[in-house]
């Protein structure tokens, strides 16, 4: 069966802090990943995806298929980083499996 | 407008009663999904469409949900005879044929509260 298993509800930091947010999947299939962040008051929205290999705000992600694993990080946190993050497994390219999410707290 | 459009943003509801949801895609966009968030829960899938075409339908979509899509333009969600489990904010998202590697666009979502 799919499945996105994000094991911490909550992660906090100080800022200036690295940050490592987990994620692991399971997919028979060819996985496709990618990662939204929900700020407050606002609508989920893209992050980054696997495909790209790209850092969108300073945040990184490498697909490691061995450790089915696809961890969110950067290495040093800013407050405005605080938000909701999901992982999300796309299936046969045809809908997205989310986790629970971890909400990312970063003080000052 | 360049985004994906929900109405209502909230619904307070009577349990029996029927309500029904509205979401405007990005026009470019043919493919529609419907999810639902729950508290302390990612987005769960209900159903996605490609054009008017429904492709997909969970099974948490029972009998009293049905969704429609004509013309491939906006969609509609509806739940008859909603029941208190039917709480959730419901979420619309569009993305190109397959989403692939390009993701969603979601929208603002309808919050629905069943009494």
């Known amino acids: 069966a799919q499945r996105v298993t994000q094991p911490e509800k909550l992660l906090s930091v100080f800022k200036g802090a690295p940050v490592e947010l987990k994620c692991n999947y399971s997919?028979?299939?060819?996985?496709?990943l990618f990662w939204y962040v929900q700020y407050s008051r606002q609508r989920l929205q893209l992050l980054l995806r696997?495909?790209s290999r790209e850092s969108i705000k300073g945040f990184t992600a490498d697909l490691n298929k061995g450790e089915t694993s696809f961890h969110l990080k950067k290495p040093f946190a800013q407050e405005e980083d605080s938000a909701m993050y999901y992982c999300?497994?796309?299936?046969?390219?045809?809908?997205?499996?989310f986790g629970t999410g971890t909400r990312l707290q970063v003080f000052p | 407008d360049t985004g994906v459009s929900q109405n209502p943003r909230h619904k307070i509801t009577k349990r029996g009663q029927n309500v029904t949801f509205r979401c405007d895609p990005i026009?470019?966009?043919?493919?529609l999904y419907w999810y639902r968030q729950t508290l302390g829960q990612g987005p769960e899938f209900l159903t996605y469409?490609?054009?008017?075409?429904?492709?997909?339908k969970s099974r948490l979509l029972s009998d009293r949900f049905s969704a429609e899509r004509p013309k491939g333009s906006f969609s509609t969600l509806e739940i008859q005879r909603t029941e208190q489990g039917d709480s959730a904010m419901y979420l619309c998202?569009?993305?190109?044929?397959?989403?692939?590697?390009?993701?969603?666009?979601f929208g603002s979502g309808t919050r629905l509260t069943v009494v």
């Open positions: 998202a569009s993305s190109l044929e397959g989403g692939y590697g390009y993701g969603y666009t």
């Open positions: 469409f490609q054009n008017e075409a429904q492709l997909e």
């Open positions: 696997h495909i």
């Open positions: 997919y028979s299939g060819s996985p496709e």
């Open positions: 026009s470019e966009h043919n493919r």
């Open positions: 999300a497994l796309s299936v046969n390219t045809d809908k997205l499996i």
